[in-house]
T-cell receptor, first 109, second 113 residues
């Protein structure tokens, strides 16, 4: 079966750095997405990785290792507004998105 | 601004009473998706349209139907809602299937009494 694993919940301090990991086992691979979802709202796109390596976008960076079936999302200079769930999703060989259940990130002052 | 719009934002229905949720998009995207998301769970794909080509997920109950009368609009019909169907329903679009950045509407939260 297809599987996306990410931690259920993480806590970090305002101003700090946090890394949210995602491992996957899917039928084929056509890219990995990270989405942010605030409580009661729709997911919004953060990043897309299809090649190995690090993609940086402002305070957020996303890393991919296809050989290890592994990605992480790195958030720097955390702000209170970063409190949200972060969903990892992989596009399989049929171009379907397989979603993880999300990591709830709690930011403390 | 180009966007995905869902109506209503909140829907309350009674057990067994049919309900229709609507989604419209101004992005002119080819693909439209309907997801069901329950609290602290991953979005679950119900079905998607690639243009007029309808694709039903194997485990989507028959109770759920969809219509896409034109490029801009897509509807989700729940014929006989049960208590287990209470969830957030998310509509999303993408330009194509292959590059799959999906743009989501704000969602409709369905309550079944």
């Amino acid at each position: 079966g297809q599987n996306i694993d990410q931690p259920t919940e993480m806590t970090a301090t305002e101003g700090a750095i946090v890394q949210i990991n995602c491992t996957y086992q899917t039928s084929g691979f056509n890219g990995l997405f990270w989405y942010q979802q605030h409580a009661g709202e729709a997911p919004t796109f953060l990043s897309y990785n299809v090649l190995d390596g690090l993609e940086e976008k402002g305070r957020f960076s996303s890393f991919l290792s296809r050989s290890k079936g592994y990605s992480y999302l790195l958030l720097k200079e955390l702000q209170m507004k970063d409190s949200a769930s972060y969903l990892c999703a992989v596009m399989d060989s049929n171009y379907q998105l397989i979603w993880g259940a999300g990591t709830k990130l709690i930011i403390k002052p | 601004d180009a966007m995905v719009i869902q109506n209503p934002r909140y829907q309350v229905t009674q057990f067994g009473k049919p309900v229709t949720l609507s989604c419209s998009q101004t992005l002119n995207h080819n693909v439209m998706y309907w997801y069901q998301q329950k609290s602290s769970q991953a979005p679950k794909l119900l079905f998607h349209y690639y243009d007029k080509d309808f694709n039903n997920e194997a485990d989507t109950p028959d109770n759920f139907q969809s219509r896409r009368p034109n490029t801009s609009f897509c509807f989700l019909d729940i014929r006989s809602p049960g208590l287990g169907d209470a969830a957030m329903y998310l509509c999303a679009t993408s330009r194509d299937r292959e590059y799959n950045e999906q743009f989501f509407g704000p969602g409709t939260r369905l309550t079944v009494l």
